[in-house]
Structure formats: structure tokens, C-alpha cells
């Protein structure tokens, strides 16, 4: 079952037992995948678009009829992979509003921020801890040779790519820099 299915399923029984802020939670993270998925068919139909363009430059009516059989079908899912990137940024999105509202004073909207990433994360893949992931950095220190504080930009990116969708930023860049002290 994918992360659209399951939110609105997931909605369904949230709506029936009156919890808002979960109602609320779901609501907004269909609308940010319903976004990401139309911007992703604007992209593919812009993309096409651009080929056609070059393809029939110099035939104004080629290119009509070729442009008015693409389709932009905004109702193509998104890919599981596109999904959980989506659902990531929110609740990346919200971890940087509560902090907001935390260095504000608001500790109120800080809580309804945190409950929100809550309850989106379970729409993730579970991440590894910080104790789960320092082995593995340590691992990859040293098998890419690398020591001191200067090499966090060398190792970051390759954090990133080995870990996505398995460790988040922070927790990464927290062990990267206890290991390369």
C-alpha cells in the first residue's frame, strides 16, 4: 500500500474518531503530495515539450498537432521513492517551525508542530538511530581515509547518498562530527 493510500485511509478513520490535529496532519500532507504531483506531470509535459519544440521547429503545424497529443496527466502517481521524499520535507518543513516557535516563545505552536512530525513519520520508513548509524560512519571514515574536521564536506555528501531515506541530515552530520574530531 503506498504513503497516498494509506493517508487516505488513515483520514477516513481519523475523520470517524474526531482526532483534528490528526485529521489536520493527514490533510496537509495529501495536499503536499496532490502539489508534488502535479508539479512532477508539469515537469514531464514541459520536458516533452521541449523535444517537440526542437523536433518540429520548422513545421508550425507539426509541432501543434505533436504538442496537442502530449498528455499532462496530473493524475499519474507519484513513485513510492517520490512519496517518502515528500512526506520527508514536511517533516523537515515542521522540525524548522517548531524550532522557530521554540526560539520565539511560542512553545504552544512549537507542541502542535512536534505532534504533527509524529504523526507523519509513521508514514516513513523507521530511521536508524544515532547509535545504529555511528558504526556505519565510522566505517565509511575510514574506508574513505578520512580524519579531522575539514572532511565534513568530503563525507556529507556521501552520507546523504548512502543513508537516504534511512537517516535524516541532522543525525548524520551530529555522528559525522563526534567521529571526526
Excluded: C, W
Amino acid at each position: 500500500m503506498t504513503i497516498s493510500e494509506r493517508l487516505i485511509d488513515d483520514l477516513k478513520i481519523a475523520m470517524k474518531a474526531g482526532e483534528k490535529a490528526r485529521v489536520e496532519a493527514i490533510r496537509s500532507a495529501r495536499a503536499a503530495l496532490q502539489s508534488a504531483q502535479i508539479e512532477a506531470a508539469k515537469q514531464k509535459y514541459d520536458a516533452e515539450a521541449r523535444v517537440i519544440e526542437v523536433a518540429h521547429a520548422g513545421d508550425p503545424a507539426a509541432r501543434e498537432a505533436a504538442l496537442a497529443a502530449i498528455s499532462a496527466d496530473s493524475h499519474a502517481p507519484l513513485a513510492p521513492e517520490a512519496q517518502e521524499a515528500v512526506i520527508a520535507k514536511e517533516i523537515k518543513r515542521r522540525y524548522e517551525a517548531a524550532e522557530m516557535y521554540h526560539k520565539g516563545g511560542r512553545a504552544e505552536l512549537a507542541a502542535k508542530e512536534e505532534a504533527e512530525v509524529a504523526i507523519l513519520q509513521a508514514y516513513l520508513p523507521n530511521m536508524l538511530s544515532v547509535e545504529e548509524l555511528r558504526p556505519e560512519v565510522a566505517a565509511l571514515i575510514a574506508e574513505l581515509g578520512l580524519s579531522g574536521p575539514a572532511s565534513m564536506g568530503k563525507l556529507m555528501p556521501v552520507l546523504l547518498e548512502r543513508f537516504k531515506g534511512r537517516a535524516d541530515g541532522r543525525s548524520l552530520s551530529q555522528v559525522a562530527r563526534e567521529l571526526l574530531k
